[in-house]
């Protein structure tokens, strides 16, 4: 066809899968497995049909913003809101990666980030993880048009320690440094404190993960008034109205509960914990994992078997058929009843 030599040709991103499938135990897309807040179903029941006849407010002048605001002791002009971090992420790289130089970010990371440069015509380099899956940082000091990364790193959970993200923020101050904080709760330091002191730092963070909240789909960056008003020029000059009027409300409840969330973070952290010492036991190695999943090899069967005999025990995890990483697993934390089922199964499969 003649016009499809004018089309935007992308190499989608894949997600992991959702089955919809009763009674199988989802470990492959780092979901919370515990329900959000108590006062997310008690404000979902109060929700009012008639308030959606309107269109929603923007989302910078919500109680969502309000809470954020004070969750994070950060004014309402230094909060970005989207819809879940991808939207955000997407945003800031169309919005701060413009300078033609190419965009650094780690060779095993968030797959998202290549789709992203991709389809907003940004160029990039990766940057080799070392043989331990840490972020160099020395890598991130040559000239580039901005950096990306998640802390911890996604799909290994290795966290890099405050004072190494700061190096990278503060030896890049003609670029814009993204930290994708989607995972910082599960026990790592944010870098939400550096805004104050570097004007080219954005810290990205989600309600999808530690927050229970995947489907309803919230986001958020923070940074310095500047930074925002930008990210919130280039939204308003795609779509004005992207969170809806019920992940508004929903969302300002989850982030007012702070001792659920502290509990659920906690949860978590302990179940990994245990589970660092079931997958050992099972001749599994990884790396310290400070996210909510871990990222493991087995010493002898390989993790495409692992994850496909898993699959037919109806468990999902995650793998991918790439290099440096094809014989690894990514295992997203559950209750410890699904995490008892994943080491029963690992047994029959492994032992
Ligand atoms: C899950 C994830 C996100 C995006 O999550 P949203 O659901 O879009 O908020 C962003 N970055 C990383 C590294 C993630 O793992």
Redesign the pocket.
């Known amino acids: 066809m003649k016009w499809e030599e004018n089309v935007r040709r992308v190499t989608p991103y894949t997600p992991g899968e959702q089955p919809q499938k009763e009674g199988i135990i989802k470990l492959n897309?780092?979901e919370n497995p515990y329900a959000p807040a108590p006062g997310v179903a008690r404000a979902l029941a109060g929700l009012d049909a008639e308030s959606f006849r309107l269109y929603p407010a923007f989302p910078e002048k919500t109680d969502l913003a309000k809470a954020l605001s004070a969750q994070y002791h950060i004014g309402t002009d230094q909060i970005f809101i989207g819809?879940?971090?991808?939207?955000?992420?997407s945003l800031a790289f169309m919005t701060f990666f413009q300078s033609g130089r190419p965009v650094f970010f780690p060779d095993v990371?968030?797959s998202?980030y290549d789709v992203w440069a991709d389809v907003h015509r940004i160029p990039y380099e990766t940057k080799a993880l070392d043989e331990n899956f840490q972020i160099c940082p020395g890598d991130y000091m040559q000239p580039n048009g901005g950096v990306v990364f998640?802390n911890p790193?996604?799909?290994t959970g290795v966290l890099m320690p405050l004072d190494r993200v700061e190096e990278i923020v503060r030896n890049n101050r003609e670029a814009v440094v993204i930290v994708?904080e989607?995972?910082i709760d599960f026990g790592g330091t944010s870098a939400l404190p550096l805004i104050e002191k570097y004007d080219n730092l954005l810290v990205?963070?989600?309600?999808?993960?530690s927050r229970c909240m995947?489907g309803m789909?919230?986001?958020y960056a923070m940074g310095q008034p500047r930074l925002i008003r930008y990210l919130n020029d280039v939204k308003y000059s795609v779509n004005s109205y992207t969170l809806n009027t019920a992940a508004l409300a929903l969302g300002a409840e989850a982030v007012r509960d702070e001792a659920y969330f502290q509990e659920c973070c906690s949860r978590i952290i302990k179940t990994r914990e245990r589970a660092e010492e079931e997958l050992a036991k099972r001749g599994f190695v990884f790396p310290k994992s400070c996210?909510n999943f871990i990222f493991a090899s087995h010493k002898s069967v390989p993790a495409r078997k692992i994850f496909e005999a898993l699959k037919e025990n109806d468990i999902y995890v995650r793998w991918w058929d790439k290099e440096r990483i094809n014989n690894y697993l990514r295992i997203t934390i559950g209750t410890d009843e699904q995490m008892e089922a994943l080491y029963r199964a690992l047994d029959g499969i492994c032992g």
């Not at 819809?83 to 992420?89: A, N």
């Not at 990205?204 to 993960?209: A, L, M, N, Y």
């Open positions: 897309t780092n819809v879940g971090s991808d939207d955000v992420l990371t968030y998202f998640p790193n996604a799909p994708d989607a995972y990205v963070q989600t309600f999808s993960k995947a789909r919230i986001g996210a």
